[in-house]
């Protein structure tokens, strides 16, 4: 199925709607706190502006192909039940086998699997995801995603 839609008309209404609901959502911060998070903001929705600029003036519309559509709900689904078990297993020990699971799926693509492959992946996600969780807990100080596993 093909649909035909001005993309940066669209993109830039979500954009501005997301900006609005997080400008909305701040809270209570100090001054020096908040610089950096509404600088984000107004570029955010400044971005988003000039798209819907140029989608009102100049956008043609976009045929798009709906046809991988099934598996782009199956990452979107596979990325959710990531995010739920960071709260319930632990950030290692989801991540691991997803960005390894992800590396392989791209990989595939480009041809048949060999064994070295799935040793690459594995390494590839450890070295990732153990980056992630110094930087959180030694640099930033934060540690990060408390949950029965690591």
């Known amino acids: 199925m093909r649909i ?10 979500f954009g501005l709607a997301l900006a609005a609901l997080f400008f909305f959502n701040r809270g209570n911060v100090g001054f020096l706190s908040a610089v950096f998070p509404n600088t984000v903001l107004v ?11 140029r989608g009102v003036i100049a956008g043609e519309p976009t045929t798009l192909s709906m046809d991988g559509a099934g598996s782009v709900l199956i990452g979107i689904g596979v990325m959710a039940a990531w ?16 960005f390894a699971g992800l590396a392989l799926v791209m990989k595939r693509r480009a ?12 390494g590839v996600a450890l070295v990732v995801v153990g ?3 110094w ?9 990060p995603f408390r949950a029965p596993l690591l």
Do not use: M
């Not at 035909?4 to 209404?13: A, D, I, K, W």
């Not at 709260?87 to 997803?98: A, E, M, N």
């Not at 041809?111 to 594995?122: E, K, M, S």
């Open 131 to 133: 980056g992630f969780y």
């Open 111 to 122: 041809g048949p699997l060999a064994p070295r492959d799935y040793l690459i992946a594995l």
């Open 43 to 53: 570029l955010l929705a400044a971005f988003s502006a000039l798209l819907i600029l």
């Open 83 to 98: 995010w739920l078990g960071i709260k319930y297993i632990g950030f290692v020990t989801t991540s691991v086998p997803l």
């Open 135 to 143: 930087v959180f807990s030694e640099v930033l100080g934060i540690r």
């Open 4 to 13: 035909r839609l001005n993309t940066e008309l669209l993109s830039g209404l």
